[in-house]
């Protein structure tokens, strides 16, 4: 994967964050290689789901179960200039005096560009409510008193249960110019490519990725009804949607696969 923070260039690092961690007096230490260190603070209230939109481009989604209260700004390391959209990650805090074990899963649908998050660093923002869930029983305000902490995290599976793998077509779409955001995505989370078919056509052609988790292509007139193939950033599966988005086609529409990553 692409990005800071992932794979330790030497063995030598990862006994650096071992020691650090563990000279800090902090009970979590990074002795799992699937562990990184990296840095969080939290915005909004300190009981909210964290929810504005993002620079993802999922709109009101983050405010509606199954992403809401999960979501969270990263680092540009982590974005990746929004292919790192969707993504899913573990997050725990490794401070033992007033962090539990228990992590906050957190989904990529926001950048945090400056401040805390510039200079290459790691970092995620996340929702007062998901960063409280770090604390200890009764020290939710404690932990979210200290602002900036150290934290330990990890990849893991997005899953959102019950769904499957969906495409909006973005507002503005024409049969010249066509804009999809793909929604719901298990495993992986993330999309490196998509590519779209026409109508009684063998070619697939590939779409270029514009901002967030918005991809485009630009033609036609384009004909429907439309297969859609996406590819993940992470590990590269794919998984081919045939006929998803019927003739008829309209901006502002979500249409509903009946596929997902299992």
Not at 205 to 228: Q, R, T, Y
Request: hydrophobic content about 35%.
């Amino acid at each position: 994967m692409a990005g800071a923070g992932f794979f330790f260039p030497s063995f030598a690092l990862l006994l650096f964050f071992f020691f650090f961690f563990e000279s800090s007096g902090e009970s979590h230490q990074i002795s799992d290689p699937h562990w990184h260190p990296a840095t969080a603070t939290w915005y909004g209230s300190p009981d909210g789901d964290g929810s504005d939109g993002g620079a993802c481009g999922y709109g009101s989604l983050v405010d509606v179960r199954p992403m809401k209260a999960r979501v969270g700004a990263v680092s540009p390391v982590l974005f990746k200039g929004g292919e790192g959209c969707g993504a899913c990650y573990k997050v725990k805090c490794v401070d033992g005096g007033v962090c539990s074990r228990r992590a906050v899963t957190v989904i990529v649908t926001d950048e945090c560009p400056g401040g805390y998050c510039a200079f290459g660093r790691t970092h995620f923002d996340l929702s007062g409510a998901a960063f409280g869930r770090m604390a200890v029983a009764g020290s939710a305000d404690r932990l979210r008193d200290r602002g900036e902490i150290s934290v330990i995290f990890r990849r893991t599976p997005c899953k959102y249960r019950g769904k499957s793998i969906a495409f909006h077509v973005n507002e503005g779409s024409t049969d010249y110019w066509l804009s999809l955001l793909v929604e719901f995505e298990d495993g992986d989370g993330d999309v490196g490519s998509m590519h779209i078919k026409q109508s009684n056509s063998v070619e697939w052609l590939e779409m270029n990725h514009i901002w967030g988790a918005n991809w485009c292509i630009i033609g036609g007139p384009l004909k429907g009804p439309f297969s859609v193939k996406l590819t993940t950033l992470s590990t590269q599966r794919t998984l081919s949607a045939r006929e998803v988005i019927p003739k008829n086609w309209s901006p502002k529409a979500t249409y509903t696969s009946r596929l997902n990553f299992s």
